[in-house]
Nanobody, 126 residues
């Protein structure tokens, strides 16, 4: 079983930068894809970025491509999301998620992820 805890959210000005962290505990030795999703009020949960567990292969949502970077520090069992040049429309609760052990393909569909963190609020001011 894997547990996830996000941190690093807060208020940031448009054009600034912010780094979100997701502490991973439990079956950290298993191989599985991980991702960041976000959900704004009244909207569906949206795929932001994904990373395979077995290789440095990433995918990004169209709205963040070129601005956000997903990475993982295996020594620290932590997943990161570096947010550069955020925009007010990036305001949302950000969640990290893990697929079940053995499922290493990146999926953009929330139901494909079996473990979720509690979320961290990011607010981008204009």
């Amino acid at each position: 079983q894997v547990s996830l805890v996000e941190s690093g959210g807060g208020l940031v000005q448009a054009g600034g930068s912010l780094r979100l962290s997701c502490a991973i505990s439990g079956r950290t030795y298993s191989v599985y894809a991980m991702a960041w999703f976000r959900q704004a009020p009244g909207k569906e949960r949206e795929f932001v970025a994904g990373l395979r567990g077995s290789a440095p292969i990433t995918e990004y949502g169209d709205s963040v491509k070129g601005r956000f970077t997903i990475s993982r520090d295996n020594a620290k069992n932590t997943l990161f999301l570096q947010m550069s040049s955020p925009k007010p429309e990036d305001t949302a609760i950000y969640y990290c998620a893990a697929r079940r052990p053995g499922y290493d393909a990146i999926s953009r569909r929330p139901p494909e992820y079996g473990t979720w963190g509690q979320g961290t609020q990011v607010t981008v001011s204009s």
